[in-house]
């Protein structure tokens, strides 16, 4: 066989199989997502004041972090196949929990399993992307995972529309919104028969001394002269490694936790799900319809996947760093201007903040969103990574857990509407966008063509 056909093959299949682990991503997005149209509708059916609609909409995250907590430790004794097998079960059940339940606790409780799910499908995916693709690939096919997330956003922005036009406002109070939680069943379902075809992770049966099915997988992937000389790698670089966290704390790896920790915290302290879980309740307060809000966040939807094309087209090759300074300079323009640009009801200052807000999201696929994924899959040695980047996503939904639980009562706060413009939430996170700036630039090293075990030796000659 030629050597470009069988690279051709190889890229085929590497693509296949991380085409289907990104599809975590899709029920991760969606499942996260459904919450904006339905928020409004919950809110009337159960009579939310702030902090309850705070909860309900922030109840998922705190699953979220059970999920990364659990699921570290299972990535590494379990594998990361079958974690994702088993946030894809917890998918289904919960997708149909959230969509029956007469009492908003009973909700919760469901609600929380979503958590636990999404939790562990935002750390297996990326995790399972990187150990598996070549080097000069890894930063677009772990870059899928997040466009994946951004599709399933964009297709239950549109889902929800779909469905809240199908009855009035007491049909959708009674009803609307269970058909919101219930449509993401059948991606569930999808998602675990397609899982039936990928393979483990090679990294980890190297680690559970299975290095004969690790290197059948690794000639798949890169053919078998490179497939020998990256085994040897992998085998080297676990024979280097420390058991346990404990090595995460020596002068070098500590470096690599606090990049880990800082980039989880700044992506959800720059205020995305603020837009992400209250967008269309954002949309309302500026003057549209509810049917008008929700046509906006599929708007909101649609930039946010077309702009995380651009962010997998350039990661690679313009790297890491650029695109996070670049997305995160942009991001912290629209939010300022989003907020100078509150207070007034005009038509033309509507349109003005709707500009900046869809160029924040714009900002944001292009940069903190797929490359904070990137960058964490990437930074942690192969024997704790499962354990090191769930404490780092762990962080990442503690963050966000705090934004959704704030926002709410932030917005709706009588001082702050009187003292800051009834924009306080916009200010506040676009300060945080210059504190991102500063720490990419100042503490991210770039890791653009690098293998895993070349990123873990740099760590070390830190030390």
């Known amino acids: 066989m030629a050597p470009t056909t069988q690279v051709s093959q190889s890229r085929g299949y590497v693509l296949l199989v991380c085409f289907v682990a990104a ?32 909860w309900t909409a922030a109840s998922i995250l705190v699953g979220c972090m059970v999920g990364v907590l659990i699921a570290g430790p299972v990535a590494d004794r379990l594998g990361r196949k079958r974690l994702l097998v088993i946030a894809g079960l917890l998918f289904g059940i919960s997708s149909v ?41 890894r930063g ?18 549109f889902a929800n529309w779909f469905i809240a036009s199908l009855g009035d406002a007491t049909w959708n109070q009674e009803h609307g919104w269970r058909w919101m939680f219930a449509s993401c069943v059948l991606p569930s379902l999808l998602f675990l028969v397609l899982l039936l075809w990928v393979p483990e992770s090679p990294r980890w049966l190297v680690k559970q001394n299975r290095p004969e099915e690790a290197r059948v997988i690794l000639e798949r992937v890169n053919g078998a002269e490179a497939a020998a000389a990256e085994l040897s790698a992998i085998h ?109 009801g005009t038509g033309a200052a509507s349109a003005l903040k709707l500009v900046f807000i869809l160029g924040y999201i714009a900002c944001f696929a292009l940069s903190l969103g797929p490359v904070t994924w990137v960058i964490l899959a990437e930074i942690f040695p192969t024997r704790v990574r499962g354990r090191a980047l769930g404490l780092a996503t762990f962080c990442l939904w503690l963050g966000d857990y705090l934004v959704t639980q704030t926002y709410p009562m932030m917005a709706e706060n009588e001082w702050l509407q009187t003292h800051f413009r009834q924009a306080f939430p916009f200010l506040l996170y676009g300060a945080f966008c210059v504190v991102e700036v500063l720490f990419v630039l100042l503490w991210v090293p770039e890791t653009k063509g690098k293998t895993l075990e070349q990123i873990e030796a740099g760590w070390r000659h830190q030390s």
């Open 236 to 344: 080297a670089a676990i024979q280097q490694e420390e058991p346990g966290l404990g090595q995460l704390l020596r002068p070098g790896l500590r470096r690599a936790l606090v990049i880990g920790i800082m980039l989880a915290f700044l992506q959800q302290f720059t205020g995305i799900n603020a837009f992400i879980y209250f967008g269309a309740e954002i949309f309302k307060s500026m003057g549209s319809s509810t049917q008008t809000a929700l046509i906006q966040h599929v708007l909101l939807g649609g930039v946010n996947f077309l702009f995380t094309l651009v962010a997998i087209a350039t990661v690679d090759r313009l790297g890491r760093k650029p695109l996070m300074v670049a997305g995160s300079l942009g991001m912290g323009i629209c939010l300022f201007g989003l907020y100078f640009s509150s207070g007034a």
């Open 23 to 54: 599809l975590s991503g899709l029920l991760f997005g969606y499942d996260t997502g459904v919450i904006g149209g339905a928020i409004g509708f919950m809110r009337a059916k159960f009579s939310l004041n702030p902090a309850q609609e705070g």
């Open 97 to 137: 929990g959230t969509a029956l339940p007469q009492t908003l606790s009973v909700f919760i409780a469901f609600r929380l399993m979503a958590g636990v799910a999404v939790g562990a499908a935002s750390m297996a995916a990326p995790m399972y992307i990187a150990e598996i693709a070549p080097a000069d690939w």
């Open 140 to 157: 677009r096919l772990i870059s899928l995972n997040q466009l994946a997330i951004v599709t399933g956003i964009f297709v239950v922005y």
